[in-house]
């Protein structure tokens, strides 16, 4: 009996899509719990996933990255290709370049584990986890003066880690020998194959329990119900073209007032994103390539249509767009694309001012439209080894045409959680002096935006190195509807002597010692609404408070 014969009742199709969903939840915790680093086991940058043999998306974790859904779509259509009937049970594939293998960073390493059953190939069990270095010209493989992707790090083309269920210790040992930390690398390269093997498992107990037919049946329809719930979100948007443009800071290079520019036409169940006009391929490593771009642009409808519907290629394919090639969000090689989460922020960010008047009630305030990066590294003074320490924090989340802006979180297509002080000073001979919120930085409106963050940090040892990379730091979160702009951020060198140095939005190797520390601040977002209509109660707290521009 062919797939397409199998039926399926609504009943069966549920039951099915939430057994796939415990299997990929369960290997996320598995990743988190297993991994070495403070980047995946306390950020929980990671994503774990089931893909079919057309190299769909089925199922996505419920805490996987948004941007990651993208970074996977490509990964078994080139296993397929390039290893074909020569794919056995235990191979594992890795790969993380974004021109070459489907990726959208380096520091991205996309894993893909065969899953056959009575000895036939059904579906592939996917994770991806961000690695706190991949090597390259910086630690953490992210800073302000990239040119191309030579200087981001290690470029792994699709290669089989495992064959047959034996580990390639020669690849893994070359790969090792290029990175930073590489006890930490070896043990989060070890978590992403466990949870591949326990995704194996456990889609296998679903296959012998639900049968090979019955299961692709209900990929498919698992898939189709996604579509057709944006489609009939869609019907509900009235018809029209509608347009928006954003300017980003800079490259960290050569080049400042980097345009986004958006034309959004909507016609019955149909929508086109066309982006043509954006800005040229640039130096630095803001670029994106197209799967990246499709993510930022997913996100931002679904967050705006249909926000409970479940991720899967279904959303994928209801958004055509039209990035030309050899563009800011269309890149080819060599550019350089380390940063690319900060122009997936903007992305949404035009999506949702694109189609803020034909959705008045459900637009809100540009967020903080940025992954303000901040790595820290050197030598343990006391185990003289090697640190780097990464992370992106949260800032404002834009006011809502009902409710006040969220303070101080992630937004758009990043979810990673807050690295607590306790495991960064457990962990890195780094001091936290202040973790608190940017006072006066929400837009003023009807409804405020939130506030950033303000994290400062001072090394235990001398000639702690910092890279960082920031955005929206001239150009600020923007308000809607008569709504004020958040704040801008900042990155700041102080000592103890009351010196304080302006820091530009993508340093690079700056050197910091035990009488200075480094002060992070994130910005806000943008307010909702005429301020004069702000309830005078909550202005009132709001200037008490130090919450507004």
């Not at 050569?254 to 066309?274: G, N, P, Y």
């Not at 982006?275 to 409808?301: D, E, M």
């Not at 039209?322 to 690319?340: E, M």
């Amino acid at each position: 009996m062919n797939d397409s014969d199998v039926q399926l009742n609504a009943i069966e199709i549920e039951l099915v899509s939430n057994a796939l969903r415990s299997v990929v939840d369960e290997a996320f915790v598995a990743l988190m719990k297993t991994a070495y680093s403070t980047n995946i086991k306390e950020r929980h940058d990671h994503s774990t996933c089931i893909m079919d043999l057309e190299g769909r998306v089925i199922v996505q974790a419920s805490l996987a990255i948004p941007v990651h859904i993208a970074s996977m779509t490509g990964l078994v259509s080139f296993v397929l290709e390039r290893y074909g009937e020569d794919v056995k049970p235990g191979d594992i594939f890795i790969a993380n370049d974004p021109h070459a293998a489907g990726g959208t960073h380096l520091p991205d390493i996309n894993m893909a584990a065969p899953v056959f059953f009575n000895g036939e190939l059904v579906a592939f069990f996917c994770n991806i986890a961000h690695h706190a270095d991949i090597g390259g010209m910086a630690p953490g493989s992210m800073a302000g003066g990239m040119r191309e992707i030579y200087q981001e790090g290690l470029r792994l083309p699709l290669v089989r880690l495992f064959d047959a269920g034996e580990l390639d210790e020669d690849l893994l040992d070359m790969i090792l020998l290029n990175v930073r930390v590489p006890r930490e690398r070896r043990g989060d390269y070890m978590a992403q194959v466990s949870a591949s093997r326990l995704g194996e498992r456990r889609l296998m107990e679903l296959l012998e329990q639900h049968g090979v037919g019955r299961t692709r049946r209900a990929f498919d329809e698992i898939v189709n119900a996604s579509e057709r719930r944006m489609r009939r979100a869609l019907v509900e948007l009235p018809d029209g073209t509608f347009s928006f443009e954003d300017v980003m800071d800079d490259d960290g290079v050569a080049t400042e007032d980097i345009h986004i520019k958006l034309e959004v036409s909507k016609r019955d169940d149909a929508i086109f994103f066309d982006f043509s006009g954006s800005h040229p391929q640039v130096t630095g490593n803001i670029n994106t390539t197209l799967n990246a771009t499709l993510s930022g642009v997913a996100f931002g409808l679904k967050a705006l249509l249909d926000p409970h519907s479940p991720n899967n290629d279904g959303i994928l394919k209801v958004c055509e767009l039209k990035a030309d090639s050899g563009t800011l969000l269309n890149s080819v090689a060599p550019a350089s694309v380390a940063a690319r989460a900060h122009t997936c922020q903007r992305i949404i960010d035009v999506v949702f001012g694109a189609l803020a008047d034909c959705l008045p009630e459900r637009a809100m305030g540009a967020s903080n439209g940025a992954n303000t990066t901040a790595v820290f590294a050197g030598r343990d003074p006391e185990s003289n080894d090697t640190y780097v320490y990464l992370e992106t924090l949260g800032g404002g989340c834009g006011a809502r045409s009902f409710k006040d802006g969220k303070d101080g979180v992630q937004v758009g297509i990043t979810n990673t959680s807050n690295l607590p002080v306790e495991a960064i000073e457990l962990e890195f001979p780094l001091l936290i002096e202040e973790y608190s919120l940017v006072e006066n930085s929400g837009g003023a409106g009807r409804y405020r935006g939130g506030l950033g963050l303000r994290r400062v940090v001072r090394p235990l040892h001398e000639d702690c190195i910092f890279n960082g990379v920031g955005e929206r730091f001239r150009h600020r979160p923007w308000g809607v509807f008569g709504g004020e702009p958040g704040s801008a951020g900042r990155f700041l060198l102080r000592d103890d002597n009351g010196g304080e140095t302006k820091l530009g939005n993508k340093p690079n190797e700056v050197l910091i010692n035990p009488w200075q520390c480094l002060v992070v601040e994130t910005p806000g977002a943008g307010g909702y609404g005429d301020p004069d209509e702000r309830d005078p109660a909550d202005v009132e707290a709001d200037t008490l408070g130090g919450k507004v521009c």
